[in-house]
């Protein structure tokens, strides 16, 4: 059975750096897309970035553009997450999630069918 399973999430200070990672167990056929979404509460979850499974293409939410990293390294079934200058507003549970919908367009929660449980960042002063 397929799980993905993040790791990382702690609290920081703004400015600070900070590298997510998501272990994807199971079987890998019909992957697309991976990518991160993240919630805050009485919000719906909103998509960040994601990462073409074949083809390494990069799509980012604007509001992460140059501050956040999405890559993977497909030997070891790993996706990351590295977020740089990190702000308040990034204070969160980060989802890592995978698609069978191509990169380019999937930017909704309901194009992935399979979700980690999540991991806490907490950004604060």
């Known amino acids: 059975q397929e799980q993905l399973i993040e790791s990382g999430g702690r609290s920081v200070q703004i400015g600070d750096s900070l590298t997510l990672a998501c272990t994807i167990s199971?079987?890998?056929?019909?992957?697309?897309?991976m990518g991160w979404f993240r919630q805050t509460p009485g919000k719906e979850r909103m998509w960040v970035a994601s990462i073409s499974y074949r083809y390494d293409s990069t799509y980012y939410r604007d509001l992460v553009k140059g501050r956040f990293t999405i890559s993977k390294d497909n030997a070891k079934k790993q996706l990351y997450l590295r977020m740089d200058d990190l702000k308040p507003e990034d204070t969160a549970v980060y989802y890592c999630?995978?698609?069978?919908?191509?990169?380019?367009?999937?930017?909704?929660?309901?194009?992935?069918?399979?979700w980690g449980q999540g991991t806490q960042v907490t950004v604060s002063s």
């Open positions: 199971g079987e890998l056929g019909g992957i697309w897309t």
């Open positions: 999630v995978r698609s069978s919908f191509s990169a380019h367009v999937a930017t909704m929660p309901g194009h992935y069918h399979s």
